[in-house]
């Protein structure tokens, strides 16, 4: 069964850095990209760029490009989202998903970040 | 790029009908087949419902179907249950990004 496993709740500060991780299994880890999609709250679903872990080469949506980093550890199969100086307007949960000929397949859990002074 | 264009609300009573439709471009939603469709409860992940227009994944229900044309693809549900109520979303994949409609909040009546 293919499963992603991400980190829990966060509660930082402006300004504080972060990093996010979602952990993958049941499958070929380094065959598959992971996609990273924000969702602030009461809001819908928004794109925020994809990640090969084979060669952790990565793609970002224009709006987050320079604003988020992504990164992967193949040798224990997880994919991580990083910011270096977080804004309030970064609260949101932050859902990863396993990306298969263009879809995404299985989501992790979520992990709700909240950014506040 | 822009958001796919998602109606905001759609209801229907129990054993109803209902389409969802989802609006993109011919660079997105009319040039490729990898348009999917994601449900999402209160406090829950997404889960995949239908991918590349109309195929459905094992465990999903066969009241749930999906269709394109020209640049507009379409979420059908049959035989209405409460449990459908949740949000729905639609996605398109294009070479450069993956794109996600505003989402739409199905209300069972």
């Known amino acids: 069964e293919v499963q992603l496993v991400q980190s829990g709740a966060e509660v930082k500060k402006p300004g504080e850095s972060l990093k996010i991780s979602c952990k993958g299994s049941?499958?070929?880890?380094?065959?598959?990209?992971i996609g990273w999609v924000r969702q602030m709250p009461g809001k819908g679903l928004e794109w925020m760029g994809i990640i090969y872990p084979g060669d952790s080469d990565t793609k970002y949506s224009p709006s987050f490009q320079g604003q988020v980093s992504m990164s992967a550890d193949k040798s224990i199969s997880t994919a991580y989202l990083q910011w270096s100086s977080l804004k309030a307007s970064d609260t949101a949960m932050y859902y990863c998903?396993?990306?298969?000929?263009?879809?995404?397949?299985?989501w992790g859990q979520g992990t709700l970040v909240t950014v506040s002074s | 790029q822009s958001a796919l264009t998602q109606p905001a609300s759609v209801s229907g009573s129990p054993g109803q009908s209902i389409t969802i439709s989802c609006t993109g471009a011919?660079?997105?939603?009319?040039?490729?087949?990898?348009v999917s469709w994601y449900q999402q409860h209160p406090g829950k992940a997404p889960k995949l419902m239908i991918y590349d227009v109309s195929n459905r994944p094992s465990g999903v229900s066969t009241r749930f179907s999906g269709s394109k044309s020209g640049n507009t693809a379409s979420l059908t549900i049959s035989g209405l249950q409460a449990e459908d109520e949740a949000d729905y979303y639609c996605s398109s994949y294009t070479s450069s990004s993956t794109l996600f409609g505003g989402g739409t909040k199905l209300t069972v009546l």
């Open positions: 998903a396993r990306r298969s000929g263009g879809i995404l397949v299985e």
């Open positions: 049941g499958y070929t880890f380094t065959n598959y990209w």
């Open positions: 011919s660079s997105d939603v009319g040039g490729y087949n990898h």
